[in-house]
């Protein structure tokens, strides 16, 4: 039976990732700092469980003894610091990196993000870009594989990036606003489609050397996205474009007054970047087949609470990306 090592496996995705590859017979061993708080959602999960922390490479060798292929998903999303950026996403990547090749892992999965490939980075996507560059070749015995996601959506809603956008939506005054015309295109992924392609990916040496997209059936502009989100919700108010120049000039005017500013440059960057990658290549070399963001909202969210027209859903904590709707 072999051995996996999930980082970042008692979040929202990675908790879902450990339960699925149990389910397929592997040991999944999940690598946690000291009293992580999300601990709970492995409750009765019959994992193993070892400390460590990727910012710390003198916690690592423990936890990657006598593992064959390492999932990675632990990263910072939200942060005021672009420092703490770098030093968990591209430093503590790096870390993990040199000690699974050290320790003779075959495979190192890395989840970065459809963020990495935008044309104009947040701050959050250039960290995961230049990350990546730590795989573009095997070293040792190691093989890699990059897995980009774009914005998951799920069972009371998905992400915190799109539980807050929702919850941004419902609270607008008069018109629901966009950032420009809306018009960059997005392919939000299901949260259990990226499970399954993460489960597809692992071990497969079709895999070795490969950047995946991950991400849904169907693309939408933010607008089209947006729109959806209203008819779901039942809120007639119309969705207004506000300029992009008005937008800088506004996240400029935050930056000054406000220490947690709602529009920043990464916010509009992320909005305004294309994030509807192919994903061809990931159905056809591994079988990926993701859900329809449209069918699913409109046909499989009903007694959700986030979708009720008056409901309200609590954002599910992660480790750390805010940088846009991806």
């Given amino acids: 039976m072999s051995t996996v090592l999930v980082t970042g496996g008692t979040g929202f995705i990675g908790s879902r990732l450990v339960k699925r590859l149990l389910a397929a017979g592997r040991h999944v061993r999940v690598m946690a700092v000291a009293n992580d708080p999300l601990l709970a959602n ?7 469980v070892m400390t ?28 005021e610091d672009a420092e703490l950026f770098r030093r968990v996403n591209l430093e503590g990547t790096a870390r993990l ?11 190192f999965v890395y989840v970065s993000a459809a963020a990495a490939g935008y044309r104009v980075r947040t701050t959050y996507g250039e960290t995961k870009h230049l990350a990546e560059q730590l795989m573009r070749a095997p070293r040792g015995r190691t093989n890699f594989t990059i897995v980009r996601p774009t914005l998951v959506f799920g069972p009371g809603g998905g992400g ?10 419902r609270r607008a005054r008069g018109i629901v606003p966009i950032v420009g015309r809306g018009n960059a295109m997005k392919r939000w992924v299901h949260v259990d489609d ?46 207004v474009s506000v300029p992009l120049w008005l937008c800088w000039g506004l996240a400029g005017l935050m930056r000054l007054v406000q220490r947690r500013a709602l529009l920043k440059r990464d916010t509009i960057v992320g909005v305004t970047m294309d994030a509807a990658f192919d994903i061809e290549p990931a159905r056809r070399e591994i079988g990926y ?14 007694g959700d609470p986030l979708w009720e027209p008056q409901g309200r859903a609590k954002p599910h904590p992660h480790a750390g990306a805010g940088s846009g709707l991806h």
């Fill in 194 to 239: 990226l499970v399954e392609g993460l489960a597809l990916v692992v071990d497969r040496p079709i895999a070795y050397g490969k950047t995946y997209n991950f991400g849904g059936a169907d693309a939408h502009t933010m607008r089209a996205y947006t729109e959806m989100i209203c008819r779901r919700l039942d809120i007639a108010k119309p969705v």
């Fill in 160 to 169: 915190q990036e799109l539980v807050l956008y929702v919850e941004r939506v």
């Fill in 42 to 48: 492995l409750a009765g999960v019959d994992c193993e």
């Fill in 289 to 302: 087949a993701p859900v329809a963001f449209e069918e699913w909202l409109f046909t499989r969210t009903a």
């Fill in 97 to 107: 990196v040199e000690a699974a090749v050290t320790a003779g892992v075959g495979h």
């Fill in 52 to 79: 460590g922390d990727i910012t710390r490479p003198e916690t690592l060798a423990g936890p990657l003894a006598g593992v064959d292929a390492v999932l990675h998903l632990a990263a910072v999303l939200y942060a």
